[in-house]
Nanobody, 114 residues
Framework: QVQLVESGGGLVQAGGSLRLSCAAS????????MGWYRQAPGKQRDLVAI???????QYADSVKGRFTISRDNANSKVELQMNSVKPEDTAVYYC????????WGQGTQVTVSS
C-alpha cells in the first residue's frame, strides 16, 4: 500500500519556475513507475513526465527541455522542476506511482499567469 501527497503548486508568472514535490509513504520500495500527470478543466488527464524503475524517463513533447523529473532511491519522493512555464501549463498536477496497483495523489493546482 502506498500513499502519495503532492505539494508545491501555486500561482506563477509565465517564464517563471516552480518545483512540485510528491511524498510517498508505505511500501515505496516496490514501486516501479513514478511520475506526474496533469489535467486541465474539461480535458483528459495526460502524462507530463515519468521515470521508470530502470531510470528511463519520458516527457510529454510540450514540456521537453523545460521540466525535469527526479526521484530518490527509496522511492519516497518524486519531484518535478518546472522552468520557463507557460499559461498552457495551467492544470492540476497529480503524482502517480505503480507497483502491482496504480496510485494517485490528490493533486496540486498550478496556475500560470500571462
Amino acid at each position: 500500500q502506498v500513499q502519495l501527497v503532492e505539494s508545491g503548486g501555486g500561482l506563477v508568472q509565465a517564464g517563471g519556475s516552480l518545483r512540485l514535490s510528491c511524498a510517498a509513504s508505505g511500501n515505496t520500495l516496490s514501486l516501479n513507475d513514478m511520475g506526474w500527470y496533469r489535467q486541465a478543466p474539461g480535458k483528459q488527464r495526460d502524462l507530463v513526465a515519468i521515470m521508470h524503475n530502470g531510470g528511463f524517463t519520458q516527457y510529454a513533447d510540450s514540456v521537453k527541455g523545460r521540466f525535469t523529473i527526479s526521484r530518490d532511491n527509496a522511492n519516497s519522493k518524486v519531484e518535478l522542476q518546472m522552468n520557463s512555464v507557460k499559461p498552457e501549463d495551467t492544470a492540476v498536477y497529480y503524482c502517480h506511482a505503480r507497483d502491482w496497483r496504480i496510485y494517485w495523489g490528490q493533486g496540486t493546482q498550478v496556475t500560470v499567469s500571462s
